[in-house]
Nanobody, 125 residues
Framework: QVQLVESGGGLVQAGGSLRLSCAASGRTYSPYIMGWFRQTPGKEREFVAAMRWGGGNTYYADSVKGRFTISRDNAKTTVYLQMDSLTPEDAAVYYC??????????????????WGQGTQVTVSS
């Protein structure tokens, strides 16, 4: 069973930056994909970004393209989310997710089988 541990959330002013980290642990884990979602109260969990581990392909929600960057550290099985030019609309609990096998749609929460505990991102205007 893989465990995902997130870190890096916090409070930032609009226009600022934060970097989230998500480390996967548990035996020797080889992900097929790792991704980030976010959720605000009363709303569904929303896709943010994902990276296929094998080829390094990256995917982004339109709302974050050009501002957020997903990257990885293969040796540490860690994925990062660099968030720049943050706006109050980016405030949410951010969740890391992973799946060890291929699936259909990287943007659907149901495609992932392991989740982190979430980290709060607050953006002040």
């Amino acid at each position: 069973q893989v465990q995902l541990v997130e870190s890096g959330g916090g409070l930032v002013q609009a226009g600022g930056s934060l970097r989230l980290s998500c480390a996967a642990s548990g035996r020797t884990y080889s992900p097929y994909i790792m991704g980030w979602f976010r959720q605000t109260p009363g709303k569904e969990r929303e896709f943010v970004a994902a990276m296929r581990w094998g080829g390094g392909n990256t995917y982004y929600a339109d709302s974050v393209k050009g501002r957020f960057t997903i990257s990885r550290d293969n040796a540490k099985t860690t994925v990062y989310l660099q968030m720049d030019s943050l706006t109050p609309e980016d405030a949410a609990v951010y969740y890391c997710a992973t799946c060890h096998r291929a699936f259909g749609d990287y943007a659907l929460p149901g495609s992932y089988n392991s989740w982190g505990q979430g980290t709060q991102v607050t953006v002040s205007s």
